[in-house]
């Protein structure tokens, strides 16, 4: 089955740039999209289609993709950001969901 | 707005089934999919199935299938969840979730609904 790889944790200190990157075989050719949750909260969508944000998401989240890395970049992060992000694609060859396994962003 | 609301929190035995609904408003309820999705405690999010209202078809990870059902009535906009032998494993977080296509991003999420299996 097919697996979206992430790190367990991201740090970062206020006003720097996080990273969180999710691995994943040919992922470049699937749309992926990238959920941010607060605890006890349900998931946000924070960037759908590679890059694309969704009304209400600050600019200062972004998506990239670069060979079998899909990269979720959040710039001059703020305490508000902390939280858990997820990389989620479809498997055209299961036609299942796949998530990541889910990154904690901790802001120094 | 578009909302979609999930019935209220549930504690079952082991072995009994559970179902749990999620009422939508706000959106053409045949236009777009509903996923299930949960999350056990302290863990990451787990997709379970997904549901085509317009048509009934469905599709269920493989972890699920057997023991997952999902089924929409549209003379509500409502979609069901029945997980059947529940298991203390099956403690968890249960949303749903809409997407516009079933590749598509899940763009408004319900607010959750705890299952608690214990005996």
């Known amino acids: 089955s097919y697996v979206l790889t992430q790190p367990p944790s991201v740090s970062v200190a206020p006003g720097q740039t996080a990273r969180i990157p999710c691995g994943g075989n040919s992922i470049g050719t699937k749309s992926v999209h990238w959920y941010q949750q607060k605890p006890g909260q349900a998931p946000v969508l924070v960037v759908y289609?590679?890059?694309d944000r969704p009304s209400g998401i600050p600019e200062r989240f972004s998506g990239s993709k670069s060979g079998n890395t899909a990269t979720l970049t959040i710039s001059r992060v703020e305490a508000g950001d902390e939280a858990d992000y997820y990389c989620?694609?479809?498997?055209?060859?299961?036609?299942?969901?796949?998530f990541g396994g889910g990154t904690t962003l901790s802001v120094l | 707005q578009v909302q979609l609301v999930q019935s209220g929190a549930a504690v079952k035995m082991p072995g009994a089934s559970v179902t749990v609904s999620c009422k939508t408003s706000g959106y053409t309820f045949t236009s777009y999919y509903i996923h299930w999705v949960r999350q056990a405690p302290g863990q990451g999010l787990e997709w379970m199935g997904i549901?085509?209202?317009?048509?009934?078809?469905?599709n269920y990870g493989q972890k699920f299938q057997g023991r997952v059902t999902v089924a929409s009535d549209t003379s509500t906009s409502t979609v069901y969840m029945d997980l059947s032998s529940l298991r203390s494993e099956d403690t968890a977080a249960y949303y749903c979730?809409?997407?516009?296509?079933?590749?598509?991003?899940?763009?408004?999420w319900g607010q959750g609904t705890t299952v608690t299996v214990s005996s």
């Open positions: 549901i085509n209202p317009s048509g009934g078809r469905t």
């Open positions: 979730a809409r997407s516009l296509g079933d590749s598509s991003s899940m763009d408004v």
């Open positions: 989620h694609v479809r498997d055209s060859s299961s036609e299942h969901v796949v």
């Open positions: 289609d590679d890059s």
